[in-house]
């Protein structure tokens, strides 16, 4: 593996250098989702040694508890005598040291939060991520590390590290590589491939309807499409994990590995499908946007409290924006498929009210509390869509100003060449390649865009490479409330109300149960509610709140029952198409 960038300066290793930490994880109650750790760190002079478990994990901006799995702490020297130790806070152990000794620590990890993606294990499996498993101290953080398991005997063992001396074991050169290369173990299908020279592995955990022959293939073409962007790879063995579950859904980006955690049963159809490979394309692209350069506030790590950034949108929302470019010019998807994508995105993004309230920075910097249901769809906004808008915001005007030339690519590959780790990058840093690279002060468009709410004229944005986003024929006017709502029994329970729309000027909110409008009871769906009704009409809605029933006067909005989609003109300029190909890399669905 190539590990280059995780090299410190000798003056910043401890004084034990290339002392090696040890790890062994003992798995024996797997039904119970148990397992024992042990680790074993270099002698040390110390008057203690602070020990800790993260509190987060890479990739997820979200701190997680993950000590509360942690029982049966013990700690010894190196001839097995005990030492005295307390907790200094919730993620911390602090053991004392009389005389310089090797420490060694034991405890039990119970491991059954799957959906997390830090620690699991069940019968059939464990799935492996050192942040829910394996404590670390900063005096030894940069030290080599051996990792061994032992877990039943016919489990296989797989981990984007290099094997040691069995195949139960691997190693690494430090922990900050151990943390962010999960393992996989237990009943498992293991598939290997080649691709330029580079090494493959799909491991799949768990039974699905998934097509084993079709992901080969189409990882096999995503693999070749780094050099779209950038001008190397960062890695020369990369391993695809996949669950297929009955419940986690998700994914994580890793050093030289991901893990793609969905249903069971959401493979086989295209939809389906396409969600499964457009996720692995967006993991893949963070093999360099993030593992291998990253923002300032998250460089390095700090496994015990957030790092902050204000960059988050351009971490993740750049990746969900340059997976649909990647998979589109691989031929993996199609461009129907891709417009699609383009439409849930907008149609997401104006059917949040936070959207007009919190910026892309600012929502970078919050993600660590930003939180979901009513008042966050009215007050904030998502990292992943803003960022995806603002990449494809940047990406169309770049390539509009160069004739097709410079494109949002390059951007990307700038900070790839100059920023790799452990260098780290600012919005400055950004701001300077984006005037580099065309010849245009950004400073202004940054600051309309990404430090205040994002306000792009779409339409405009879209014209300039061949693209319309309009209600598609055949669609027709229809009353509208602003609100979403679940059917509870013989009642409409209001889950969100739109920030200053018609019903909230009339008071409804989040968790009313509406009853009637205008006297008749409701029908199974809103949309059956409504059905009776035009845009404007006023209508007495009969709620409960508080076990009591209400009313309340509403003015109907207007809508129409066909969203808005994103698809090709069809008679598009010359520039127009020039500019599509520039953009997607394939023609113009209306090209002669």
């Keep these: 593996m190539l590990y280059k960038h995780f090299l410190l300066p000798l003056s910043l290793l401890s004084l034990n250098a290339l002392a090696e930490v040890e790890y062994k994880l003992v798995i024996d109650q797997a039904q119970h989702h148990l397992g024992n750790v042990s680790v074993t760190f270099p002698k040390s002079a110390q008057a203690h040694l602070d020990i800790k478990l993260p509190d987060w994990r890479t990739g997820r901006y979200e701190v997680l508890n993950l000590a509360n799995g942690i029982r049966y702490f013990n700690a010894t020297d190196q001839k097995g005598n005990p030492l005295s130790w307390h907790k200094i806070d919730k993620s911390t152990w602090r053991v004392n040291i009389d005389n310089p000794t090797e420490i060694k620590v034991s405890y039990q990890v119970y491991a059954n939060e799957l959906g997390m993606r830090a620690r699991h294990i069940d019968d059939s499996h464990a799935f492996i991520d050192a942040s829910g498993f394996f404590m670390f101290s900063e005096s030894f953080r940069h030290e080599p590390v051996l990792v061994d398991l032992d877990v039943p005997k016919q489990w296989r063992s797989v981990s984007g590290m290099d094997f040691a001396h069995d195949k139960h074991s691997f190693s690494a050169p430090n922990y900050d590589v151990l943390v962010d290369s999960p393992i996989e173990t237990g009943i498992n299908e293991l598939h290997k491939f080649s691709v330029d020279g580079r090494e493959y592995e799909l491991v799949i955990w768990g039974q699905g309807n998934y097509d ?302 509406i009853v009637a409008f205008n006297g008749n009871h409701v029908r199974e769906t809103l949309a059956d509610s409504l059905s009776y009704f035009k845009g404007n009409d006023k209508v007495r809605v009969d709620f409960i709140r508080r076990d009591k029933l209400m009313s309340t006067q509403v003015i109907l909005d207007s809508d129409f029952d066909k969203p808005k989609v994103v698809r090709a003109i069809s008679s598009p300029s010359a520039s127009q198409q020039k500019l599509f190909k520039a953009w997607t890399g394939i023609a113009h669905p209306a090209s002669k």
């Design 212 to 513: 084993v022959e079709k992901m080969l293939i189409d990882l096999k073409k995503l693999v070749k499409t780094g050099t779209l962007i950038w001008h190397d790879y960062p890695y020369q063995r990369y391993v695809f994990m996949v669950h297929a579950t009955s419940g986690a859904r998700g994914a994580t980006e890793h050093l030289n590995s991901t893990i793609i955690q969905r249903h069971r049963d959401s493979f086989a159809k295209r939809k389906d499908y396409v969600g499964f490979i457009s996720t692995a394309a967006h993991e893949f692209i963070h093999t360099w946007n993030v593992k291998a350069y990253r923002p300032a506030g998250l460089v390095p790590y700090d496994y015990i409290n957030p790092n902050y950034s204000d960059l988050l949108w351009l971490s993740e929302g750049s990746t969900s924006y340059l997976e649909d470019y990647l998979l589109l010019s691989a031929g993996i998807t199609t461009a129907s498929e891709f417009f699609e994508n383009l439409t849930r995105t907008l149609n997401t993004h104006f059917a949040t009210p936070g959207r007009q309230v919190q910026s892309a920075a600012h929502s970078s910097f919050d993600k660590w509390i930003n939180q979901g249901g009513d008042h966050g769809k009215n007050y904030s906004t998502n990292i992943y869509r803003e960022g995806s808008l603002i990449s494809m915001a940047l990406d169309i005007d770049l390539l509009a100003n160069s004739d097709g030339e410079v494109s949002y690519r390059d951007v990307h590959k700038q900070l790839y060449k100059h920023f790799k780790l452990p260098n780290k990058f600012t919005s400055d840093d950004v701001k300077v390649i984006l005037q580099q690279i065309s010849g245009q002060d950004y400073g202004a468009w940054w600051e309309a865009h990404v430090n205040a709410p994002l306000n792009l004229d779409i339409q405009l944005l879209l014209d300039k490479v061949g693209l319309e986003y309009v209600h598609p024929e055949g669609a027709k006017p229809i009353a509208n409330l602003q609100v979403e709502a679940k059917s509870t029994g013989q009642l409409l329970t209001l889950t969100h109300v739109a920030r200053d729309s018609s019903a909230w000027q009339a008071g409804l909110t989040s968790g009313d149960k």
